[in-house]
């Protein structure tokens, strides 16, 4: 992915809407000038993902596939994907566990239209692998070997209370950067808990209410009435540095505001060193659109020139990830970044869309949960989508 250099700002909450500027020497990369609203529009993304041998390729992760209608408890279980670049959609796959020399079956199901599959591991240590079978049900095609592990947990939150808890999570008081979102502050009474969901939203600020909100940037202006906006994160209380960090969320459908899971550091940033500290946008959604609706995921942070720089962008791509009759808002997926010393590997229900090699950070980082409304695109949003809300099930840290 090319970096972008857009307007330093301090605080920032999803960089992704900032103004893209104009391209200075010494960025890597090729910079782009484009609108304030362009990044809310799904465009083609190039992407680098880790692509396995055509033979077929077999990993280990915690449990970060659930797709579903429902909310349900997250799985304690380790998970493996098996990966066919070969085969054919819905061809037959077999997980087999070697015991005492022998390899035989303990699961069976048919490929995901991405030529993969995702099998629960049952408990124990014991080695595995994958393979297709042919009609006759006798061995085509096999993984390497894996053994199975258990993922330790760092940090977990399933909602499950009346409300917030306040011994993992601080709602934010400062919303940032203010220059883009001089008509909203950050308040509790746009989030609701029930039912173990955390439901995020954005509503009308009654307190001044009747008010309208002028604002300008870039030379764009609008009125607008004032409006709340959630934002919870776990910095003092919950850091972590490397893991694999997962949100099992449904989308909201509106357009106007933006839902997001992301990690900031702890230490905030050094110009001209991301190892020091980035933001890490393990996802972001701006809504339905009739372009196509898809997730965004970016990494930002701060050349030695003290300009602020972004990686990454929208994939839809990663649409053909869940299943064929799910939309990002009628149904929940887990959304994960995996963070290591090399790379962020961005993954839906555990199947990758994005790699980013570059940027990488080395510290501390705490998590952030938001749905946030930028002045320029509030005439998107209207009374019905105000309405609406994210849906999060619950939260996961794993170490790696």
């Not at 930002?300 to 649409?319: C, F, I, M, W």
């Not at 929940?332 to 570059?358: I, K, L, M």
């Not at 998590?367 to 099930?393: C, F, H, R, W």
């Amino acid at each position: 992915m090319s970096s972008t250099l857009v307007r330093p700002v301090l605080g920032a909450t999803a960089f992704a809407a900032a103004l893209l500027l104009t391209a200075v020497a010494g960025v890597p990369g090729n910079a782009t000038a484009v609108t304030p609203s362009a990044d809310l529009a799904p465009v083609t993304t190039a992407y680098s993902t880790s692509r396995p041998a055509a033979a077929g390729r077999l990993t280990v992760r915690p449990a970060i596939s659930q797709p579903g209608r429902r909310p349900a408890a997250a799985s304690r279980s380790t998970q493996v994907l098996a990966e066919f670049p070969s085969a054919r959609k819905g061809q037959r796959v077999a997980l087999q566990r070697n015991t005492v020399g022998t390899w035989k079956t303990i699961a069976r199901t048919r490929l995901h239209r991405t030529r993969s599959a995702v099998f629960a591991l049952p408990r124990g240590r014991g080695r595995y692998r994958a393979v297709t079978l042919s009609g006759s049900g006798s061995t085509r095609v096999t993984t390497n070997t894996v053994r199975g592990r258990r993922f330790t947990v760092l940090f977990k939150d399933d909602f499950s209370g009346a409300q917030v808890d306040h011994a993992k999570w601080s709602d934010q008081e400062t919303l940032a950067p203010a220059y883009m979102r001089a008509c909203s502050q950050l308040s509790p009474l746009a989030r609701t808990v029930s039912d173990g969901v955390l439901h995020m939203g954005v509503a009308y600020d009654s307190a001044r209410a009747g008010q309208a909100c002028e604002w300008q940037l870039n030379g764009n202006s609008g009125s607008h009435p004032y409006m709340l906006n959630t934002q919870l994160y776990t910095r003092g209380k919950f850091d972590f540095t490397y893991g694999y960090a997962a949100v099992r969320m449904k989308m909201h459908r509106s357009k106007g505001m933006h839902a997001s899971f992301w990690l900031q550091p702890t230490n905030w940033y050094t110009p001209g060193d991301p190892t020091a500290g980035t933001e890490i946008d393990a996802v972001e959604y701006f809504g339905a659109s009739k372009a196509g609706s898809t997730i965004g995921s970016f990494v930002h942070y701060y050349g030695a020139d003290g300009e602020h720089y972004k990686r990454g962008g929208l994939y839809p791509r990663a649409n053909t990830l869940m299943p064929a009759t799910h939309e990002w808002w009628n149904a929940f997926h887990v959304f994960s970044v995996e963070w290591t010393p090399t790379a962020y590997v961005f993954r839906v229900d555990g199947r990758e869309f994005h790699r980013e090699t570059q940027a990488v950070s080395k510290a501390p980082e705490y998590l952030l949960l938001s749905m946030l409304t930028s002045d320029y695109n509030l005439a998107k949003l209207t009374p019905e989508g105000i309405g609406q809300t994210a849906a999060v099930d619950w939260v996961r840290v794993w170490a790696r």
